[in-house]
């Protein structure tokens, strides 16, 4: 009976897990690169935030990081290589066929991510995805 007393007494006191969680060490903006010196780490049982500092650093902030709140998987993101209002190279690729043209950006991007292009010959909008060299690679869309 005391054993069964004691174990039931333990599962009742006992905490939930704790684990190291990366937290911002000061305030910082958003769509700011991040460092090493933006972060620390602290003890923490919450669910969905990163436990390691290298995966956080070179990474965009989405959204504004308060000191001392823990940093969201979905607070940072990788670094916009188009921004808004940037004139940029659209490519539409179709087997030998190769068609660029230049277009103004509606909005910000990182790699891989798709932004809406303003096509300056022909005035209409098209969407496409950031390429690693910062054109926007546009597909099976008129432009």
């Known amino acids: 009976m005391k054993v069964i007393f004691g174990i039931i007494l333990f599962i009742a006191t006992a905490s939930a897990a704790t684990a190291d969680t990366v937290v911002a060490a000061r305030n ?6 991040v460092t090493a010196t933006d ?7 919450l669910a969905g935030g990163f436990q390691a500092i290298q995966d956080v650093v070179g990474q965009e902030t989405r959204v504004v990081l308060y000191a001392g709140r823990p940093v969201m998987v979905n607070d940072i993101g990788p670094p916009a290589l ?3 209002n940037q004139i940029v190279t659209l490519a539409y690729v179709a087997g030998p ?3 660029l043209a230049e277009g103004r950006s509606l909005g910000r991007a990182g790699v891989g991510d798709r932004v809406r292009i303003l096509n300056l010959s022909s005035r209409t909008t098209v969407t ?7 054109t ?6 008129r432009f």
């Open 28 to 33: 910082i903006r958003a769509n700011v690169l």
């Open 39 to 45: 972060l620390k780490l602290v003890v923490s049982d």
């Open 82 to 84: 188009v921004e808004r």
């Open 97 to 99: 066929l190769t068609i």
């Open 128 to 134: 496409g995805s950031v390429e690693a060299d910062g």
């Open 136 to 141: 926007v690679s546009v597909s099976n869309t």
